[in-house]
Nanobody, 116 residues
Framework: QVELVESGGDLVQPGGSLRLSCASSRNISLIYEMGWYRQAPGKQRELVARFTGGKLNYPDSVKGRFTISRDNARNTMYLQMNSLKPEDTAVYSC???????????WGRGTQVTVAS
């Protein structure tokens, strides 16, 4: 069974930065899709950043502030978050699919809180 484990969540002041990590128990070199989502209390889960078939996708809310990357040798994906805002506060989860119509795998999430 594939496992995704997130880490790096923390309390940070507005304007600060954090880097989240998502470690996969399965090789990600040929993965079809891998990305980050977040869910704030009382809100629906939303996309933060995603690789799909080699293409990157960021919503306008994080474009220019967040950067997704991956290290295939470490089977790890990252999310560099800069210029953080209080509205970025949420549980951040990573997601992966190894084939286009394959099973979705989710991590348990890591809490990011942006407050002064």
């Amino acid at each position: 069974q594939v496992e995704l484990v997130e880490s790096g969540g923390d309390l940070v002041q507005p304007g600060g930065s954090l880097r989240l990590s998502c470690a996969s128990s399965r090789n990600i070199s040929l993965i079809y899709e891998m990305g980050w989502y977040r869910q704030a209390p009382g809100k629906q889960r939303e996309l933060v950043a995603r690789f799909t078939g080699g293409k990157l996708n960021y919503p306008d809310s994080v474009k220019g502030r967040f950067t997704i990357s991956r290290d295939n040798a470490r089977n790890t994906m990252y999310l560099q978050m800069n210029s953080l805002k209080p509205e970025d506060t949420a549980v951040y989860s990573c997601h992966a699919r190894w084939e286009r119509f394959g099973v979705s795998v989710w991590g348990r999430g890591t809490q990011v809180t942006v407050a002064s």
